[in-house]
């Protein structure tokens, strides 16, 4: 995998938080720690446009018939 070298500036107090997010060891460098938030963010989209496609295939379906009491039997029967 490619990688690009970037510049990025932080303040004071952001780079605080990142040093010590290297010091509690879960970072090995300032890169790794970056990385894992843009990781956490992409993951957060895709979670995020998977809702909004769920919520759109929901209002696209129509109103259903079904009562809440019928609709959580179909869920309990289905993870079962």
Not at 6 to 11: G, H, L, V, Y
Not at 16 to 31: A, C, H, R, V
Not at 50 to 70: R, T, Y
Request: hydrophobic share 35%.
């Amino acid at each position: 995998m490619q990688t690009i070298r970037k510049s990025i500036t932080f303040t004071d107090q952001q780079n605080e938080w990142i040093k010590l997010q290297l010091k509690k060891g879960d970072f090995t460098n300032d890169s790794e720690y970056i990385r894992n938030l843009v990781r956490k963010d992409q993951q957060q989209h895709l979670k995020l446009m998977e809702l909004k496609n769920a919520i759109d295939e929901g209002f696209e379906s129509g109103v259903s018939m079904k009562s809440i009491s019928d609709i959580i039997k179909e869920v309990d029967n289905e993870i079962v």
